[in-house]
């Protein structure tokens, strides 16, 4: 551990001992929880009916329509909330407020122990990108699910190409924009393990699948997804 990873945790444990309200409305909580009992109980948890393979909710039981188009590249992808209402928000705080990473983290726990994966891995930021945002929310919350999990987390991959706003383009779009944007830096790592990839949100899925599939070429056995939400309905691209 160097002295900033040092520095970092001291004032994670420092900020776990004063830890005393909920992140979501600011009431009193026990036993250091970031969200209370209250918000858990109201948040859309994701746990009725859900695509085997991207995780996502779906009417009914079985593969779901964009899955039968094409896979994604991840062989699981789970989300312990939809995205929408409060899980929607905390998304969104995320990338503006660093606590709110952990928020996320704490809530996708639970879930980390159906993938028993030997590391996680986060989706890197280009350099600039980091600049401009001061941290990468999906390495954030890859942190602390490894600091509460025990699980090692993989420096393992780099961004080299900024890909622009995807909010607006389709899955065919996504996934060319991100075409050779990720390179594997380190492949020792990688070769032969199960690993897990950890972002805020899946809404097409290119990214993780992008992701997953360079990681494999360098040799994963398996490449799974936990993200915080996953966008369901009829606007499965994310547009509105
Ligand atoms: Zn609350
Ligand atoms: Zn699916």
């Not at 948040?43 to 996502?56: A, H, Q, V, Y």
């Not at 607006?168 to 492949?187: I, M, P, Q, Y």
Request: hydrophobic residues 35%; glycine residues 6%.
């Amino acid at each position: 551990m160097n002295l900033f990873q040092l520095l970092k945790e001291k004032l994670r444990q420092y900020d776990d001992a004063h830890n005393f309200t909920c992140d979501l409305c600011g009431r009193e909580v026990f036993e250091n929880e970031r969200v209370c009992k209250q918000c858990r109980n109201t948040l859309p948890w994701n746990d009725k009916n859900i695509c085997p393979l991207c995780g996502r909710k779906v009417g009914e039981a079985g593969i779901c329509l964009e899955c039968k188009k094409k896979r994604l590249v991840t062989d699981r992808a789970r989300s312990p909330l939809l995205h929408e209402g409060e899980a929607a928000r905390i998304v969104h705080m995320a990338k503006r407020k660093k606590y709110f990473c952990r928020t996320a983290a704490e809530l996708m726990l639970p879930l980390l122990d159906e993938f028993g994966a030997d590391a996680l891995v986060y989706v890197p930021m280009t350099e600039k990108a980091m600049k401009r945002r001061g941290y990468n929310q999906s390495k954030e919350i890859a942190e602390e699910l490894s600091r509460r999990s025990g699980i090692p987390l993989l420096d393992a991959v780099v961004k080299t190409r900024e890909t622009g706003a995807q909010k607006e383009l389709g899955r065919a779009e996504r996934e060319k924009n991100l075409e050779g944007t990720f390179h594997v830096s380190d492949r020792k790592g990688v070769k032969n393990k199960k690993l897990l990839v950890i972002d805020d949100t899946l809404t097409t899925g290119s990214t993780v699948s992008e992701l997953a599939s360079v990681l494999k070429r360098a040799g994963a056995k398996e490449v799974d997804a936990l993200t915080l939400t996953s966008v369901y309905d009829k606007h499965p691209f994310g547009k509105k």
